[in-house]
């Protein structure tokens, strides 16, 4: 386990419920498969809600619904560009949520070509 979460920081983590309810949300956005395309886009680079619509091939109504919901747990910020709002994933731990997810579901599919 590496430094920057230690039995013991993890074990004051697990005690507390707040942080534990928090964590959960984190996991349960992650777990719609549009929400997560919109992470694994925005762990390449920010996008606009056009250019996620188009990533995603879901409406913008979708789409803008949808990062209301990942904003609203922390998972994405956004900032204007004139008329236009730019989102960007809020942090690593993010993106490293995304890059572990994606690595341990393609362990199977990386076992089988061997």
């Known amino acids: 386990m590496n430094e920057a979460c230690s039995r013991d920081l993890l074990d004051e983590y697990l005690s507390n ?9 984190i996991f349960d956005a992650l777990s719609d498969f549009t929400r997560f395309r919109i992470l694994g886009a925005l762990s390449l ?8 619509e188009e990533i995603c091939a879901v409406s913008q109504s979708a789409i803008s619904h949808q990062l209301r919901l990942l904003r609203d747990r922390g998972l994405v910020t956004a900032r204007r560009d004139g008329r236009r709002v730019i989102y960007s994933l809020a942090d690593e731990h993010v ?9 341990h579901a393609a362990e199977p599919v990386r076992a089988s070509e061997e």
């Open 17 to 25: 419920d707040d942080v534990v309810y928090d964590a959960t949300q």
């Open 45 to 52: 680079g920010e996008k606009s809600v056009s250019d996620l």
């Open 95 to 103: 993106t490293t949520l995304i890059s572990v997810g994606l690595l």
